[in-house]
Every structure is written in structure tokens, then in C-alpha cells.
Nanobody, 123 residues
Framework: QVQLVESGGGSVQAGGSLNLSCAAS????????MGWFRQAPGKEREGVAA??????YYADSVKGRFSISRDSARNTVYLQMNSLEPEDTAMYYC??????????????????WGQGTQVTVSS
């Protein structure tokens, strides 16, 4: 059974940083796409970043501020978030696909989802 557990969320002031982690069990993410999504109250889910093999993908709204990476030994994917803005406030979800990312930001490529971790950025 695949399980994804996110951690690292919290409350920060604008301009601050957070590093989210997604620990995967029962899953070999190195051969599959992993992604981060977010959803703010009253808004649609948004693709934030994804990683597959040597390739990384980012939403325009986070390019240059967020960085996705992975630790194969720990079977963990990270999302380093810098220069956070109040608009980044949302529940952040880790997701795992069965294969490549496809049109990753739509979310339809992803089969497994974590429970989410809250990120709150105050101005």
C-alpha cells in the first residue's frame, strides 16, 4: 500500500522560507513522477512543482522561489519554498504518479495523494 506523508508546513511571515517533505512508503518514486500541489480556501487546486528523473517543472507563480528535489536514499521528496508571499497560503499536497508526469499541473497523472500540510504566510 502506497502512503505519502507530508511534513514541514507552518506559519511564517512574508519573505520567509519553509521546506516541505514528502516521505513515501510502498512506492519507488525514482521511476515515477512526484509532484506538489496546493489548494487555498475557495480556490481550485494548483500544480506547484513536479520532478521526474532529471526533469523538474514549476508553476510560473513559484519559479525562482521554490525548488523541488528528492533524496533517493530516504525515499523523500522536498519542496524548498523561499521568499514566501501571502498568496502562497494554502494546504500543500504531495502526489505520486505511476510513470512520467504528463501534463503534470492538471493533477490527472497522479494516482496517490498525501493528507496535506498547511502553509500560512502572513504579511
Amino acid at each position: 500500500q502506497v502512503q505519502l506523508v507530508e511534513s514541514g508546513g507552518g506559519s511564517v511571515q512574508a519573505g520567509g522560507s519553509l521546506n516541505l517533505s514528502c516521505a513515501a512508503s510502498g512506492y519507488t518514486y525514482s521511476r515515477n513522477c512526484m509532484g506538489w500541489f496546493r489548494q487555498a480556501p475557495g480556490k481550485e487546486r494548483e500544480g506547484v512543482a513536479a520532478i521526474y528523473s532529471i526533469y523538474t517543472y514549476y508553476a510560473d507563480s513559484v519559479k525562482g522561489r521554490f525548488s523541488i528535489s528528492r533524496d533517493s536514499a530516504r525515499n523523500t521528496v522536498y519542496l524548498q519554498m523561499n521568499s514566501l508571499e501571502p498568496e502562497d497560503t494554502a494546504m500543500y499536497y504531495c502526489a505520486a504518479a505511476s510513470g512520467p508526469c504528463g501534463i503534470w499541473y492538471r493533477g490527472t497523472s497522479f494516482r496517490y495523494w498525501g493528507q496535506g500540510t498547511q502553509v500560512t504566510v502572513s504579511s
